[in-house]
């Protein structure tokens, strides 16, 4: 099973991305864009594990407590569009958000609460963002191909997809599909600890 564990996003925001999506998706054709309706803040992506191994995990996130953390709540702001690792030669293109600092140390926390079931914990610092197209690492493009994709975006201003509240996050199944990867929720657990369902 492939999985990960990430935060929901709010309709409203979901509606935002959606909206810029289609404004970008004629400009690059490359361009592998997301179902709009599986987007999601990546916390933790676990990857491949057998199935016997989902309550193991399951039962190290509930164990998350934030006890050293006032909110019971994490404020999310989404804005902004860049590239990872550069614009001249993107793999992804992603939405940018703010939060306070209690996101990374939830993440931190999730990375930790799975360390002792063998899951490798993330190497590069955690970078909080939506994911919005891939482009396939093999095809050598060059980059002018991305130059209408880098046009439209620069002319679009100030890009505001609005907030999310979060109170829960969420272990998730991936399976990869023709047509996209399709989620499934596989249980949500509360930030004060436990799981919610």
Known sequence: MRVFVALDISEEVRA?????????????????????????????FIGEVPPEKI???????????FLNFPPKAIDLKFRGVGFFPNERRPRVVWAGIEASTELGAL????????????????????????????????KKLPASAFDHLRETISKAG???????????????QSILKRGGAEYTRLATFRFGGGESQ
């Open 16 to 44: 935002a991305i959606g909206a810029l999506i289609e404004r970008l998706r004629p400009t690059s054709r490359i361009a592998r864009w997301v179902r709009i309706e599986g987007i999601h803040v990546t916390l933790k």
């Open 158 to 172: 100030p890009l505001e997809f609005g907030s999310s509240i979060a109170s829960e996050f969420h272990l998730y």
């Open 107 to 138: 993440a931190a926390a999730v990375e930790t609460s799975l360390e002792p079931l063998g899951i490798t914990r993330e190497q590069r610092i955690f970078s909080p963002h939506l994911t919005l197209a891939r482009f396939d690492a093999r």
């Open 55 to 65: 309550e193991p995990i399951k039962a190290s996130l509930s164990q998350i407590h």
